[in-house]
């Protein structure tokens, strides 16, 4: 057919096609048809009492559960304003007209459904749909037969029927579990349980009310007036797990409001986040990621939001200016419960800070108000054990710590033997708390302190004693100087320990490169090779040598200048073992020369 | 094996990304070394590219990649070099940004990422933009100019950038070449929101805010400046785009730009990879010019200890900050033009430093 430039053609779509790609990919399960179903019966009853405040609506399911004779159908019933001819053919039949529905809802915002396509989701389930409605402005009631294969058919019924739309949803054959009773009460009370009309389910042997059961309401006196126990017994229900408390929700954007449960073990600060959230009290998701604000991560909340956008999927929720600023005033609610805990429930707030240790850290760098009162029961790891910072402060007048674990793991043992109270700032946060000290406390004062600084404070040996040591430390120097390692001698604590190992970052680095040097290929190992040159080589690795130590005393008093290299030898490949440090290929065959060597002058 | 290695795993696994988990991480690898556990040293490594590559950490990722790198190649049945392709696109344009590295390495680190690339019947694109990337920053116009076709004309696989990031490496080009307009075109799926990924629009934002002032576009670039800050502020990966936010800030408010230069210079005074010190110093340079023309001879700057040069170096005035970032920063650029064999740097220089007399 030649058309002449005249745009009068229409696409062709294929109903099945889209109820598949709707099924396949935009939709986490087949389950939604329920939510659809409640979304149209509640939005139904809505708009009647826009005209009619006082009316009573309600809302009826009933199942006929398949059976050798019979494949199973669902009808669900509203009382509510239900649809004129013209709108049958108008909202039924055609897929993404939404802007007529809401033209016909007047003011979308008191609706839930949006996408114009919800019924159609059925035909996930079904082949066949059957709705009988009779509209308010309507002298008779209308069918409408739609079927899965894209065509329907519509007629006029002269029997009486009153106001309100039913519909009949006839089980495909291969989906008879979506048409179980135990699974369907289930999935009605799942998505159902908070909507604001009385919704009846009845499997032709009982009869219950699906929002019977909920322990609160999303009213503000429903959640600050509701019962403790029963909250904290419901998250355990809709989570499967016990909350230490909980902690009020209310957000004036988005008119959100619910209960955030804090978790009772250690979470992982990137671990998803999975939230349970209602949109106009008809449930959304069971896994909303992005309600809170990223250090938030010790929550998992159940909220109701009556001004926030879905997602096309209706799953989660909309990530949009309006999204960052409920997550905001949300975070105002978690931020006056820790305070309201630090003034008036200490035990609570240590009981907290115990368990999410990293949340508070994570918090108390967010917000100066809050690290001025979580700070003294904030935990450190110290060379005099854990302490919290108010115990750290009574023990020292400067607060001293070194940046990561290796360099605490360096000097921990001559501080504890000095009964010196050191941090290890090495885990997360904890050096940009302490760095933030003296920005918060005008008083306080603090010292980053490296393996080197420690040793610049050990007692100096005396001339006598120098000149005693000072071929001992020529010798050393000499075996030393290939593994780019210096050495010095000096007295400290404690005295069993013969020579301590330091190396702080930089040198750490370069011995990093040398011995991946040594493993890499030709091409890396000279790329590393021409970096490392250019790094400032002004740090090494350092031996000191403990003049207080029985061995190291002997050492310095024999004259066999051999005995002495293997020593000092086996002392350096030592402490590097101690300190976790691996031996690189030159090291091992030192370590297994010198032992040799050792056996064979004893021998 | 005594669990340590895995205790200290587990530990690290609830650690958030960053500098404390690195270290961690290098002290799990230096026990799995000592244990001789091959497997779990290869796989720790890993995590420690990631966060070297992701968190301004990028001469501990490239040492813990060539590691991984030999260890493939020593042992083919053990591990398999297609996992190393993703990596190795990131280690190669971190190392180009050592000037120490010299030309011909960097062309043979090349080629042997195009071989290991058509070993494993990948696309060569990421191959071309990293190229094209390397060759326009060190001012070879031309071939940089022939590289940009291949690299957009070559076919998009599993080994490709995320498209947020292509698009946002197709700006940076049309920048580089000074095609403003197209590149503002080119962003718009980035600025809309409708493309993002970890690190973008967090580039994008930075990128794009010298050209925004050139171009008249001074709303749009305070739009950049606020929303980009936020996003980049925690994280010294992002350094190479402070240097943009603090120009940005010379010219628009310069107080603001001591603020930000106060708070990240030790982004800049720690970090080695030298590209990116150069980038932040002459940003700092510029400010403290601009600071001058405007008739200041003191100002209180308040450093961190460890990278306190003011007092370090006793730098009392503004003419002493001026001349030590001046030497800093022509000592690296003449690192790199040696290298290069040329002067393009010299042309970066002088190009910044017209933003002093940059009138709104």
């Known amino acids: 057919m030649v058309n002449n430039n005249e745009f009068d053609l229409r696409f062709k779509v294929n109903l099945q096609g889209i109820i598949e790609l709707l099924s396949n990919h935009l939709y986490s399960s087949p389950k939604v048809y329920i939510r659809e179903l409640l979304q149209n019966a509640v939005d139904a009853v809505t708009a009647r009492r826009k005209n009619d405040s006082g009316f009573y609506g309600s809302i009826s399911i009933e199942l006929f559960e398949p059976s050798e004779k019979n494949p199973g159908t669902l009808v669900v019933e509203d009382n509510g304003i239900g649809l004129t001819e013209e709108e049958v053919h108008q909202f039924l039949a055609v897929i993404g007209q939404s802007s007529k529905r809401e033209e016909f809802f007047q003011r979308r915002n008191d609706f839930i459904g949006q996408f114009g396509i919800g019924l159609l989701s059925c035909f996930i389930v079904c082949d066949e749909i059957i709705v009988i409605t009779k509209s308010e402005k309507s002298p008779y009631a209308v069918e409408w037969v739609g079927k899965y294969d894209g065509t329907y058919r519509v007629r006029k019924l002269d029997n009486d029927v009153s106001v309100g739309t039913k519909i009949y949803l006839r089980c495909r054959p291969g989906s008879e579990e979506y048409f179980q009773a135990p699974t369907l009460k289930d999935l009605f009370i799942h998505y159902g349980c908070f909507l604001p009309y009385p919704i009846y389910f009845s499997d032709g042997k009982s009869k219950i009310l699906i929002n019977n059961e909920k322990p609160f309401d999303f009213s503000r006196d429903g959640i600050l007036k509701g019962d403790r126990e029963a909250i904290l017994e419901y998250g355990k229900k809709v989570f499967d797990e016990d909350f230490i408390d909980y902690i009020p929700l209310f957000s004036k954007t988005g008119d959100v409001s619910g209960i955030a449960y804090i978790i009772s073990y250690k979470m992982n600060p990137s671990s998803k986040r999975r939230h349970r959230v209602y949109l106009k009290n008809m449930f959304l998701s069971d896994s909303v990621e992005n309600l809170l604000p990223d250090w938030a991560f010790f929550l998992k909340c159940v909220v109701n939001c009556n001004d926030l956008e879905p997602t096309a999927s209706r799953e989660q929720l909309c990530d949009d200016k309006k999204l960052s600023q409920v997550q905001a005033e949300l975070g105002d609610c978690i931020r006056s419960y820790l305070v309201e805990k630090a003034r008036f429930d200490i035990f609570r707030l240590r009981e907290i800070i115990k368990i999410h240790t990293l949340a508070i850290k994570a918090l108390s760098l967010e917000f100066d108000e809050l690290y001025k009162l979580f700070i003294d029961w904030l935990p450190f790891e110290t060379s005099l054990g854990i302490l919290t910072f108010g115990e750290i402060k009574k023990r020292t007048d400067i607060i001293q710590y070194t940046p990561s674990i290796d360099e605490f793991r360096q000097i921990q043992k001559i501080s504890a033997a000095k009964s010196i109270c050191i941090l290890n700032c090495g885990y997360i946060y904890d050096t940009e708390i302490i760095e933030k000290l003296p920005e918060i406390f005008h008083d306080i004062r603090i010292e980053r302190i490296s393996p080197t600084d420690m040793s610049a404070s050990f007692e100096e040996l005396d001339f006598e004693e120098r000149e005693k040591a000072f071929e001992f430390i020529k010798t050393a120097e000499v075996v030393l100087q290939p593994f780019n390692c210096s050495v010095q001698i000096k007295k400290f604590e404690p005295t069993d320990i013969p020579a301590l190992f330091m190396i702080d970052e930089e040198a750490n680095l370069i011995r990093n490169i040398e011995n991946t040097k040594e493993v890499s290929n030709f091409l890396f190992s000279s790329i590393l090779g021409q970096i490392s040159d250019n790094i400032s080589t002004s740090s090494k690795a350092q031996l000191c040598f403990n003049y207080n130590n029985p061995l190291i005393t002997r050492l310095i008093g024999t004259d066999s200048k051999e005995l002495v290299c293997m020593s000092v030898e086996i002392i350096y490949i030592q402490s590097l073992l101690m300190g976790h440090y691996p031996l690189n290929p030159r090291e091992m065959k030192l370590l297994n020369s010198s032992l040799l060597n050792l056996i064979d002058y004893k021998l | ?360």
């Not at chain 2, 690195?22 to 799995?32: D, G, K, N, Q, S």
């Not at chain 2, 020593?74 to 280690?91: A, G, R």
């Not at chain 2, 191959?127 to 070559?154: M, Q, T, V």
């Not at chain 2, 308040?302 to 003011?310: E, G, S």
Request: charged fraction near 30%; charge should be negative.
């Open chain 2, 1 to 360: 094996m005594d669990g340590k290695l895995e205790k200290l795993l587990s530990e690290i696994d609830l650690m958030p990304d960053g500098k404390a988990k690195l270290l961690m991480l290098e002290e799990a690898a230096r026990i799995a070394d000592s244990q001789n556990d091959l497997k779990a040293g290869f796989d720790i490594r890993e995590e420690i590219v990631h966060q070297g590559v992701f968190y301004g950490h990028h001469l501990n990722a490239i040492i813990a990649f060539s590691w991984r790198l030999a260890q493939c190649e020593k042992n083919p049945h053990l591990f398999d070099i297609s996992d190393l392709l993703w990596e190795y696109k990131w280690i190669v344009e971190e190392i180009y940004k050592f000037p120490d590295v010299p030309s011909e390495k960097i062309e043979q680190l090349f080629e042997d990422m195009k071989d290991k690339y058509n070993r494993e019947g990948a696309s060569l694109r990421p191959y071309y933009c990293i190229k094209c990337k390397y060759l326009y920053s060190s001012g070879f116009k031309e071939r940089a100019e022939e590289l940009y076709f291949k690299w957009i004309n070559s076919p998009r696989d599993g080994y490709s950038d995320c498209r947020a990031c292509d698009i946002d490496n197709q700006v940076l080009y049309l920048l580089y070449i000074k095609d403003y307009e197209k590149a503002f075109e080119m962003a718009q799926p980035i600025l809309s929101g409708r493309l993002k990924c970890a690190e973008i629009p967090h580039l994008t934002y930075a990128e794009l805010l010298l050209p925004s002032l050139e171009t008249g576009r001074l709303n749009d670039a305070q739009i950049f400046h606020e929303k980009g800050y936020k996003l980049i502020y925690k994280n010294k990966d992002f350094l190479e785009s402070m240097s943009k936010h603090l120009l940005y800030l010379t010219v628009v408010d310069v107080n603001k730009a001591v603020n930000i230069f106060e708070k990240h210079f030790q982004w800049a005074f720690e970090t080695h990879t030298i590209f990116f010190k150069f980038e932040f110093y002459l940003a700092s340079w510029v400010m403290f010019t601009k600071i001058k023309k405007l008739g200041k001879e003191q100002l209180k700057i308040h450093l961190q200890k460890d990278c306190n040069i003011i007092e370090k170096y006793k730098l009392n005035t503004i003419d002493d900050i001026i001349a030590w970032f001046e030497k800093e920063t022509t000592d690296m650029a003449n690192k790199f033009n040696l290298r290069n064999g040329n002067d393009h740097f010299n042309g970066v220089i002088q190009e910044r430093l017209k933003l002093v007399g940059f009138q709104l």
